[in-house]
């Protein structure tokens, strides 16, 4: 898998666990990715229990062990 994450991760869950570990809101990712911001709860969740995690917080901890960089355009406004 070229974004080095276990294959039981959907290629949207992996866009939105990427965006998590940058600290960005449902909201932020929503719009990053044009989507609703319901749809980013829904992927939310599934990356929850598959990660096997209790909450954002520890599946972006967890990502970040398996995730390389990725540049999206909400970096700069999480960093702001």
Known sequence: ???????????????????????????????????????VKVHVKAILRKAKAANRTQAAMWASRFLAPAATSLEAEVAA
Do not use: C, H, M, W
């Open 1 to 39: 898998d070229p974004a080095g994450l276990p294959a039981k991760f959907s290629d949207r869950e992996a866009q939105i666990l990427r965006l998590l570990t940058t600290g960005a809101s449902n909201k932020l990712i929503a719009r990053d990715l044009g989507v609703a911001e319901a749809t």
